[in-house]
Nanobody, 114 residues
Framework: QVQLVESGGGLVQPGGSLRLSCAASGSIDSGNIMGWYRQAPGKQRELVAVISSGGARNYADSVRGRFTISRDNAKNTVYLQMNSLKPEDTAVYYC????????WGQGTQVTVSS
């Protein structure tokens, strides 16, 4: 089993920044992929960004150039630096770890509003 705990969400004005963190614990597979997904009210969950254990990254077109995903393998932690936030970024953000199995965090709310 793997546990994922997210933190760092909150309320921010348009144009502002937030940094999300997700710490993993438990039976963690090496070579895993960690990522961030989000789900806005009435919409399907969508990929935001993913990063492999080797550092390869992929971003949704809607966030490329504004968001940066990174990870600290020694701490089993993945981060999402979100800059130039827009109201349409408002959603619950979920952390996911993919190895032999997929694990999800509980989600953290990000609200972008003036």
């Amino acid at each position: 089993q793997v546990q994922l705990v997210e933190s760092g969400g909150g309320l921010v004005q348009p144009g502002g920044s937030l940094r999300l963190s997700c710490a993993a614990s438990g039976s963690i597979d090496s070579g895993n992929i960690m990522g961030w997904y989000r789900q806005a009210p009435g919409k399907q969950r969508e990929l935001v960004a993913v990063i492999s254990s080797g550092g390869a990254r992929n971003y949704a077109d809607s966030v490329r150039g504004r968001f940066t995903i990174s990870r600290d393998n020694a701490k089993n932690t993945v981060y999402l630096q979100m800059n130039s936030l827009k109201p349409e970024d408002t959603a619950v953000y979920y952390c996911k770890m993919s190895g032999r199995y997929d694990y999800w965090g509980q989600g953290t709310q990000v609200t972008v509003s003036s």
